[in-house]
C-alpha cells in the first residue's frame, strides 16, 4: 500500500464527531447544480463515485447492492410491473434495474436535476448501462413533488431514491404526510411503494422510524429491510409499503420465479438475499415498535 502522504482525501462527515476518509485517484468533476453541490471522483476501493451536498450517492464497485435491493424486492411484490415510477435517481442505475425486467412498458423517471443526469451519462455511464436510451424510459426532469401534484398515471410500483431528507436537500419536502398520502393516490391497489429510508445503524435509525411509522398510516403491510453497502460505511434502509401482501413473508419460490425473468444476471439479490434482508435485528425491531415522531 503507498503511503498515506501521497493521497488527497476525500473526508465525508457521517456527523460532527464521525468521518470516513477515501483516498482519491482522480477527480472528474466538482461544483454546482442549481439545487445541489456535485463531486465525481474515482477511489482505489470504490471506483467511480457521485458525491451529491457532501454526501456519497452510489459508487462504481458497490452501487448494484444498493439498486438492486432498492428494486427488486418491490418488482418481485407487485402484481402489475407494466407502468413504474421513479421518484430522483438521477444516475440511471434504479431506471437500469427496473427496465431488466420484461413485464414492464413503461418506466417514468422523475429528477429534479438535469445536470446530475448529464454529468452521470457523461462520467458515469455504467450506472445506466444503456437505460436513458430505452424506448420504455420516460425521463422528467423536473420536482418529483409537482410532479406527484399533476400526473395523473397509475403504477404498479413507485421507487423512492431521493438524496437524504436532510433540511437544505431539494428533497426534503418530499418526506411530508401530505406527500406521502399523494404517492397511495398514485399507486395501483394492489401495487409497491418502495424508498431508500435512511440510515438503520444501532446509532442512526431513527429517521427511518419515523418514516416507517408515518407509512403505517397509510398501507397495511409496511416492511423495513436492509443491508451493509459499503462505499456508504453503514447499514442502510429501505421500506417497502403493500396493501396486498407483507414483502418480508413473500414466498422463496415467487423471488426465484420472478428473478429468473430479469434480462442479465444479478450480483446481490436472490432468494436467500430476500430472506436475509428483510430479517431484522433485535434493537432495530424495537426501534421500529416504539411510538413517537411522524412527518
Ligand atoms: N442513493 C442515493 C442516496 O444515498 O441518497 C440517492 C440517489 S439519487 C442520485 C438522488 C436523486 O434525487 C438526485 O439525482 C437528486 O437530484 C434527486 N432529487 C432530490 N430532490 C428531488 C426532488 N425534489 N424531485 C426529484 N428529484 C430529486
Partial sequence: MPKTE?????????????QHHRAIDA????GETAYQSIGI?????????????????????????????????????????????ILGGGEGATLREVLRHPGVKRCTMVDI????????KKYLPEWSAGAFTDPRARVVIGDALAFLANDT?????????????????PSNPLFSDEVFRNIKTRLREDGVYVLQA??????????????????????RHVASFYTHVPAF?????????????????????AVDAYCAQLRGE??????????????????????????????
Fill in 266 to 295: 444479478n450480483f446481490f439479490y436472490d432468494a436467500e438475499t430476500h430472506r436475509r434482508i428483510f430479517a431484522l435485528p433485535l434493537y432495530l425491531r424495537r426501534e421500529l415498535a416504539k411510538s413517537g415522531d411522524t412527518f
Fill in 198 to 219: 435512511s440510515t438503520a445503524g444501532f446509532h442512526n435509525m431513527s429517521l427511518h422510524a419515523k418514516m416507517a411509522r408515518t407509512l403505517r398510516g397509510y398501507y
Fill in 41 to 85: 471522483i474515482e477511489t482505489p476501493v470504490f471506483g467511480k463515485m457521485l458525491i451529491l451536498d457532501g454526501d456519497t450517492q452510489s459508487a462504481q464497485n458497490d452501487e448494484k447492492i444498493y439498486h438492486e435491493a432498492l428494486v427488486h424486492p418491490a418488482l418481485a411484490g407487485t402484481a402489475d410491473r407494466s407502468e413504474v415510477l
Fill in 113 to 120: 436535476d438535469g445536470d446530475v443526469v448529464e454529468l452521470s
Fill in 153 to 169: 398515471g397509475r403504477y404498479g410500483a413507485i421507487v423512492s431514491d431521493l438524496t437524504e431528507p436532510l433540511e437544505d436537500s
Fill in 27 to 30: 477527480v472528474y468533476y466538482a
Fill in 233 to 253: 460505511d453503514n447499514d442502510w434502509a429501505f421500506i417497502a409499503c403493500s396493501d396486498r401482501l407483507d414483502l418480508a413473508r413473500i414466498e422463496e419460490a
Fill in 6 to 18: 501521497r493521497w488527497h482525501w476525500y473526508v465525508e462527515e457521517f456527523f460532527p464527531t464521525e
